[in-house]
């Protein structure tokens, strides 16, 4: 199928169908014990993050606010402390089961040489991508010095503001972000930076959950989860860095000078709700994942723009743990990966 933006096109293929009620035959297939703990490699091979110490935080400023701790520039409303460290691990697992084993989509060969994960975060995706492919360099970049110390010999971390001027020294073959939504101002100008620091020939993807969440049938106005996506929506609009950007990733592609944009969806049901064993399976690792993360997902943005008190915020997350665990509500949210080609360089024409 054939999308456009601006006269561009991007293509929007290999997606998954959108899930459909189970009516009750389809109710024994998600079995909550098949989910792997957070200290299993997601590849299923060996996972070199069991034995990791992580970086002496102490040698970083930290703001501490609500409980929580957070970057201290205060622009990522995020927490980066263990609960949340700890749910990205198991995220990292979500997203690829979700991707049927798949570390990323864009077709980049057996053989990439530079690769860069921006906003690494606990670094996972780039150890796991270093140790699928050891004739690459990984370079894994975020604002917090909070990844593991020892990781594989080609894989390597750095402190960087992706909104920052991008000071690279070489180019990229390929450049990997995932659950960024929640990170910049102006996503487009990092999809910009990214398109400048590839090789002719490279690839960017970015992996992404499309907030708000959406639901089959009857939408419940009324239910708690309605409107926590509908106070985070609010709040992250208020802090200038919206979470609604993401549908919007083709766009910056397109503006970017990206060529062969591919954009494929995904969905993680809220609960059993669906029919299917691999939603079902995705379901019970998405439902984790945001029991884990309501509270670091909210706190910040809730209590610095909705003047929320951290009490309030505690309370109101108790009926929305609730509603995601009501299989009367349809919930998902759309996970959407983009990616896209940096053109080959022209080959140079003679004209003797
Ligand atoms: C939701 S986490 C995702 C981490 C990782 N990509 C993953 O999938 O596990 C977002 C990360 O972006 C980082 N981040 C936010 N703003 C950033 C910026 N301007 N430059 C670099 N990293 C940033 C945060 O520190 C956090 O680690």
């Known amino acids: 199928m054939e ?9 929007i293929d290999g997606s998954e169908s959108l899930p459909s009620i189970d009516d009750g035959s389809d109710w024994t297939s998600a079995d909550s014990n098949s989910m792997r703990t957070d200290s299993d490699s997601a590849l299923g091979g060996s996972s070199l993050r069991s ?4 970086l002496q935080s102490s040698a970083y400023e930290n703001l501490e606010e609500n409980g929580r701790t957070y970057h201290r520039r205060g622009n ?10 700890d749910r ?20 980049i060969g057996d053989n990439p040489q530079r690769v860069l994960d921006l906003a690494t975060r606990t670094g996972i995706w780039a150890i796991d991508f270093a140790q699928l492919h050891p004739s690459a360099a990984v370079i894994g970049t975020d604002l917090s010095p909070i990844q ?13 503001d992706a909104e920052d001027e991008w000071t690279f020294r070489y180019k990229f073959d390929y450049i990997h972000g995932r659950a960024l939504g929640t990170c910049f ?22 992996q992404d959950a499309i907030m708000p969440m959406q639901y089959v049938g009857e939408i419940p106005v009324s239910s708690f989860l309605y409107r926590w996506n509908c106070h985070v929506v609010e709040s992250s609009t208020m802090a200038q860095r919206p979470w ?5 990733y083709p766009e910056y592609f397109i503006a970017a000078g990206f060529e062969e944009i591919r954009a494929k969806k995904f969905f993680w049901p809220s609960n059993t709700w669906p029919k299917g064993e691999y939603l079902k399976h995705l379901s019970v690792y998405f439902q984790k994942d945001l029991m ?9 943005l809730f209590t610095n723009f909705l003047g929320w008190t951290k009490e309030q915020v505690q309370e109101f997350l108790v009926g929305v743990r609730k509603d995601l665990q009501d299989r009367s509500i349809h919930a998902y949210i759309e996970i959407s990966v983009v990616y896209g080609k940096k053109p080959d360089e022209p080959l140079e024409v003679h004209s003797d």
């Open 148 to 160: 593991p110390e020892f990781v594989p010999p080609n894989c390597t971390f750095e402190i960087d």
């Open 244 to 248: 609604t950007n993401v549908k919007h």
């Open 292 to 300: 884990d993360g309501l509270e670091g997902l909210s706190m910040k």
């Open 51 to 54: 034995s990791t110490m992580s």
């Open 88 to 107: 990205l691990d198991l995220q990292h697992a979500l997203f690829i089961l979700t991707f049927h084993n798949n570390l990323y989509l864009a077709p």
């Open 185 to 206: 101002k102006d996503p487009g100008s990092v999809v910009a930076k990214a398109f400048d620091a590839l090789q002719p020939g490279g690839y960017l993807e970015l």
């Open 3 to 11: 999308s456009s933006s601006d006269h561009a096109t991007y293509a």
């Open 76 to 85: 990522y409303h995020l927490p980066n402390d263990d609960i949340e460290k």
